[in-house]
Nanobody, 128 residues
Framework: EVQLVESGGGLVQAGGSLRLSCVASGFTFDDYVIGWFRQAPGKEREGVSCINNSDGSTYYLDSVKGRFTISSDVPKNTLYLQMNSLNPDDTAVYYC?????????????????????WGQGTQVTVSS
């Protein structure tokens, strides 16, 4: 059974930091692109960052570049998202998701509808 389990969300003041974790099981972690998505109330789900475990390439949403860092611990089947300098616009439910790419593609072109597996989400709330 495939599982993606997120943790690390919470309430933080603007300017603060949080570290999200996603533990994966049931599939070959290092063959997959693992990504973080977020969805705020009334807004579409958007890709925040992802990493291709097969070659280490990464993608970041423009608005989080320089503030968020994605990393992957393949032996532990765990994905992380270090989020610094948080602002209220970062408030959302954050989801971990996985997709296997069978040919090279820009990671930013892989839409959420293409991801095969999803976690249940973790709430991040940034107060002003």
């Amino acid at each position: 059974e495939v599982q993606l389990v997120e943790s690390g969300g919470g309430l933080v003041q603007a300017g603060g930091s949080l570290r999200l974790s996603c533990v994966a099981s049931g599939f070959t972690f290092d063959d997959y692109v693992i990504g973080w998505f977020r969805q705020a109330p009334g807004k579409e789900r958007e890709g925040v960052s992802c990493i291709n475990n097969s070659d280490g390439s990464t993608y970041y949403l423009d608005s989080v570049k320089g503030r968020f860092t994605i990393s992957s611990d393949v032996p532990k089947n765990t994905l992380y998202l270090q989020m610094n300098s948080l602002n209220p616009d970062d408030t959302a439910v954050y989801y971990c998701a996985a997709v296997r790419l069978y040919f090279p593609r820009p990671l930013g072109d892989v839409g959420p509808y293409e991801y095969d597996y999803w976690g249940q989400g973790t709430q991040v709330t940034v107060s002003s």
